[in-house]
């Protein structure tokens, strides 16, 4: 999903790998992907590559860090954190290797200016990310600040939150468009609908909040200052559009109805309190179908386990008899209550909500029985 995002912002060189996707491109395409990417985390900037040996491997991390001109990068009165992670590095501790780059950085600047910036682990300005191979070190710049995720319009969570990023992300999975029908059934505090929302009505969504590329010395204020106001240009708050939300707790729909109107797209999106077990789909669309996309309670939220066991079995049922003719895409990180939903799964997609593996499951919902049913045995 996020090779297709780049891609469609012109971006070069596009190559999805573990854990991300590299990119090529100008300095302005950074703050655009920035701006308008759903489904990225943050986007770094790449300011060295160099080997180590395993035998010295703490001097040679310090001389390659050393190597950069960091006084060109950003100013020495900003703040600093390094973030160091590894695979299959040969060191002994992260924590000693963190504090050997944030030495060579500083020794740096003390040298040029004799100053040095000062250390913020909770809000810097700048931030190094820093890879370790078993024979490679990286270093990038951090040019998004806070994740990406953290849109700024949501003023209230509620329990076991889902990240935005990954609400878009299975947006995109499920192939929805504004112009077909959409319904989060468990809604919560409505993470899903306000992802939704802002596709619809093509807002960015990084157009409300700062990032770590405007504290860099190469930032090029009148170019992005460009790009905000295209963004705001496009926008189109007064679409009409066919999203619907519910929730078995009002207190949920409290928090999702001020998550929208912090968007202030409240009016493009149709809550409303229900059972899911309960609820038809909506009236003016029986015929035409539509998609669900939904995260429901599972074991985070959910702590009575026969409750949770006993809760699929009557979803299924209900989404088979009050759905037919819709897709419906569920978000689940316990597998084996994922089975008792009693539908047939059409594609599993593996996804983390933070450090939590889930699966989306994807039905296609028809009218009577989905469950598989064993040769010779009684329908």
């Given at each position: 999903m996020l090779a297709r995002?780049?891609?469609?912002?012109?971006?070069?060189?596009?190559?999805?790998?573990?854990?991300?996707?590299?990119?090529?491109?100008?300095?302005?395409?950074?703050?655009?992907?920035?701006?308008?990417?759903?489904?990225?985390?943050?986007?770094?900037?790449?300011?060295?590559?160099?080997?180590?040996?395993?035998?010295?491997?703490?001097?040679?991390?310090y001389d390659a860090t050393q190597k950069i001109d960091w006084p060109k990068l950003f100013g020495v009165e900003r703040t600093l954190r390094v973030n160091v992670s590894a695979i299959k590095a040969p060191v002994k501790?992260?924590?000693?290797?963190?504090?050997?780059?944030?030495?060579?950085?500083?020794?740096?600047?003390?040298?040029?200016?004799?100053?040095?910036?000062?250390?913020?682990?909770?809000?810097?300005?700048v931030r190094v990310h820093t890879f370790l191979t078993a024979t490679d070190?990286?270093?990038?710049?951090?040019?998004?600040?806070?994740?990406?995720?953290?849109?700024?319009?949501?003023?209230?969570?509620?329990e076991a939150p889902l990240r935005e990023n990954l609400a878009a992300g299975m947006l995109a999975l499920s192939g929805w468009t504004p112009d077909v029908p959409l319904l989060d059934p468990m809604c919560g505090s409505g993470t899903i609908l306000c992802e939704a929302a802002q596709?619809?009505?093509?807002?960015?969504?990084?157009?409300?909040?700062?990032?770590?590329?405007?504290?860099?010395?190469?930032?090029?204020?009148?170019?992005?200052?460009?790009?905000?106001?295209?963004?705001?240009?496009?926008?189109?708050?007064?679409?009409?559009?066919c999203i619907y939300g519910s929730d078995l707790r009002g207190d949920a729909l409290e928090l999702a109805r001020a998550n929208l109107d912090e968007?202030?797209?409240?009016?493009?999106?149709?809550?409303?309190?229900?059972?899911?077990?309960?609820?038809?789909?909506?009236?003016?669309?029986?015929?035409?179908?539509?998609?669900?996309?939904?995260?429901?309670?599972y074991g985070v939220?959910?702590?009575?386990?026969?409750?949770?066991?006993?809760?699929?079995?009557?979803?299924?049922?209900?989404?088979?008899?009050?759905?037919?003719?819709?897709?419906?895409?569920?978000?689940?990180s316990d597998m084996q209550l994922a089975k008792g939903i009693g539908l047939s799964a059409s594609k599993r997609t593996p996804l983390f909500n933070g450090a939590l593996e889930c699966r989306l499951f994807e039905y296609k919902l028809v009218s009577g029985s989905m469950r598989r049913v064993k040769p010779g045995a009684p329908v």
């Open positions: 995002e780049l891609v469609a912002l012109q971006a070069q060189h596009v190559k999805p790998v573990d854990g991300g996707v590299h990119f090529a491109g100008t300095l302005a395409l950074g703050y655009a992907v920035n701006l308008h990417s759903r489904v990225a985390s943050r986007v770094l900037w790449h300011v060295g590559r160099a080997p180590y040996r395993a035998a010295n491997s703490d001097q040679d991390i501790s992260l924590d000693f290797i963190t504090l050997r780059i944030k030495d060579a950085i500083c020794d740096v600047f003390r040298a040029r200016t004799n100053l040095r910036p000062s250390i913020d682990t909770h809000a810097p300005d070190i990286t270093l990038y710049l951090d040019t998004s600040g806070e994740p990406l995720f953290k849109r700024g319009y949501r003023r209230e969570a509620g596709i619809a009505a093509n807002r960015a969504p990084g157009i409300g909040r700062a990032f770590g590329f405007e504290k860099l010395l190469n930032f090029d204020a009148p170019a992005w200052e460009s790009l905000r106001e295209k963004a705001y240009a496009s926008e189109n708050n007064s679409i009409k559009t968007l202030d797209l409240a009016a493009i999106v149709s809550l409303k309190q229900a059972n899911v077990f309960e609820m038809p789909a909506p009236v003016d669309l029986t015929e035409s179908g539509g998609i669900i996309v939904t995260n429901p309670p939220r959910m702590e009575d386990r026969d409750a949770l066991a006993a809760f699929y079995p009557q979803l299924g049922d209900a989404l088979k008899k009050r759905f037919s003719g819709w897709t419906a895409y569920i978000l689940s």
